[in-house]
């Protein structure tokens, strides 16, 4: 019996229908689970990140995977991606505009990962997203302007990390964050104005390891009033102090809360308040008869001096770093002068004399 048109047309709608399901089946690549608009992903081992996923993803999940690196453009097909979560992955490379050409994120999130390098504009012009998070990861470097022109960014969370390197401006031309937390993080190094040019920003710096007072000083030392910046700095931990970071406390910020924050460096001061540095035994000592030069590129806008000796500088190789309190020839541990050509002078004069006496 012949079949009617609307048979042929019920029957032709459904092969396109499977072919659209088996076409959705070819893009979910080895390693993936597909289901609707969501991709789970793990174990993946790839040079690059995985570039021939369905274009209508909203959702994609990333973890216990090796990627070498995330290309520019990487995810620049995926045009509805509203969540990216990358976790528990060995990642060597965050590439220059990695996530540009997206423009729907709500979330981006990564988790439990060891990166080697975020590079210059690896997180460029990101805008009007809900979170932007890192955290519970290792980080080799952080480069200059890795974050930048980052716009109306809801939260935005740097937490539990360890930077072995924050460059230089590595935070750079941010505004309209309402909740931006630097927390729990140990820094190895920091550079010069790491978070610079920030306007309508309120940072929470908190539970922190820096290594110096120079990295302290320089990631506070472009905030002022007119960026309407609102910093609360707290229980935050500086291996290695300078008597004068008080005076931090009186930055022009629109700030600013300080409270209890310890050194725990050079010993004279270790488990000191920051603010009560001055107060101190130590610094009131040194204070009156000596001035030593900060050992780190100087803040552009923030003139201190600190009168105290915070010795190993992390521009500084450890071997190479002098006392400036002794002279070059006392250089015993304590500070006591080096008595050994003394000694030899005595037993010389002693038998000069013996020998003039015979």
């Not at 060891?114 to 080799?140: G, K, M, P, Y």
């Not at 960014?153 to 941010?174: G, Q, W, Y």
């Not at 102090?241 to 460096?265: E, K, W, Y």
Request: charged share 20%; aromatic share 8%.
């Amino acid at each position: 019996m012949m079949s009617s048109p609307r048979g042929w047309s019920v029957s032709l709608w459904c092969l396109l229908l499977c072919c659209h399901a088996e076409a959705w089946r070819d893009t979910c690549i080895i390693g993936c689970e597909c289901s609707g608009t969501t991709i789970e992903c793990r174990h993946l081992d790839r040079k690059t990140f995985p570039a021939d996923l369905d274009p209508d993803t909203e959702i994609l999940r990333i973890r216990d995977s090796k990627i070498s690196y995330i290309q520019q453009n990487a995810l620049a097909k995926m045009r509805n991606l509203r969540v990216l979560e990358i976790s528990s992955s060995d990642i060597i490379y965050i590439q220059t505009c990695a996530f540009a050409e997206v423009s729907n994120f709500t979330s981006i999130k990564f988790s439990k990962n060891n990166i080697t390098n975020v590079v210059q504009n690896a997180f460029a012009v990101v805008a009007n997203v809900n979170e932007l998070v890192f955290e519970d990861s290792r980080v080799e470097t952080i480069s200059t302007q890795a974050f930048t022109q980052l716009r109306d960014v809801k939260t935005f969370i740097l937490s539990n990390l360890t930077v072995n390197k924050l460059e230089r401006e590595a935070i750079d031309d941010v505004s309209g964050i309402s909740n931006f937390q630097i927390d729990f993080n140990k820094f190895g190094y920091v550079g010069q104005s790491p978070l610079n040019s920030l306007f309508n920003v309120t940072l929470n710096i908190s539970q922190n390891i820096f290594p110096s007072h120079c990295g302290v000083g320089d990631v506070l030392s472009d905030l002022i009033p007119e960026t309407n910046v609102v910093i609360h700095f707290q229980n935050n931990v500086i291996q290695s102090c300078a008597c004068n970071m008080s005076l931090i406390g009186a930055q022009r910020a629109s700030f600013i809360s300080m409270d209890q924050n310890t050194c725990s460096g050079p010993p004279e001061i270790a488990g000191e308040p920051l603010l009560e540095l001055a107060d101190t035994p130590f610094c009131r000592a040194t204070a009156t008869n000596r001035t030593s030069p900060l050992w780190c590129p100087v803040t552009r806008r923030m003139s201190l001096l600190h009168n105290c000796h915070a010795f190993g500088s992390p521009l500084i190789p450890q071997e190479e770093v002098k006392d400036p309190r002794y002279d070059k020839g006392q250089n015993d541990n304590n500070g006591a002068p080096n008595c050994n050509l003394s000694l030899f002078s005595i037993s010389c004069w002693v038998f000069l004399c013996l020998y003039s006496w015979n």
